[in-house]
């Protein structure tokens, strides 16, 4: 799967498509920043679906645009206080899913190193857990 996190500054990323918290005009309150990212109102009210539909569409345009490659900061988890794991969990697990269908790589762009180093532990732990479940499921019995 062509996903990627990686600690970088998104605008330095060479890529097709980077998606931004900002309007055309690039001033915020459009875009990702006003339409888009849900703001974290404690897990209840249906922030996780609102965060990977964010992703979801995002990730369509991109694609029905013929990019090969995108960028995505870590949506909502900055002033709208989206907890990072659980942001990190919902972007990984979105875009995964659409890369499974997909052709495409996706770069998920991380600026601190909090976030990091969640997503380093995260995607050891799918790894794991694939490893796991892949070998028991193929193991040959003789």
């Known amino acids: ?24 005009s690039l001033t915020g309150g459009g875009g990702v920043d006003g339409a888009v990212g849900p703001v974290w109102r404690g897990g209840g009210c249906g922030e996780r679906e609102l965060l990977a539909s964010a992703y979801r569409s995002a990730l369509e345009l991109a694609f029905e645009r013929k990019c090969r490659t995108a960028a995505f900061p870590l949506i909502s988890s900055g002033a709208y206080g989206y907890p990072k794991d659980q942001a990190l969990k919902t972007a990984v697990d979105t875009i995964g899913d659409f890369l499974l269908e997909h052709e495409m790589t996706v770069y998920l762009v ?3 190193r909090a976030a990091y180093d969640i997503g380093g532990k995260l995607f050891a732990d799918i790894a794991a857990y694939i490893d796991d479940v892949y070998v028991s499921e193929h193991s040959d019995s003789r």
């Open 1 to 24: 799967m062509p996903l990627h996190i990686v600690r970088n500054d998104i605008t330095a990323m060479h890529v097709d498509a980077v998606v931004n918290a900002a309007n055309e």
């Open 110 to 112: 991380v600026f601190d």
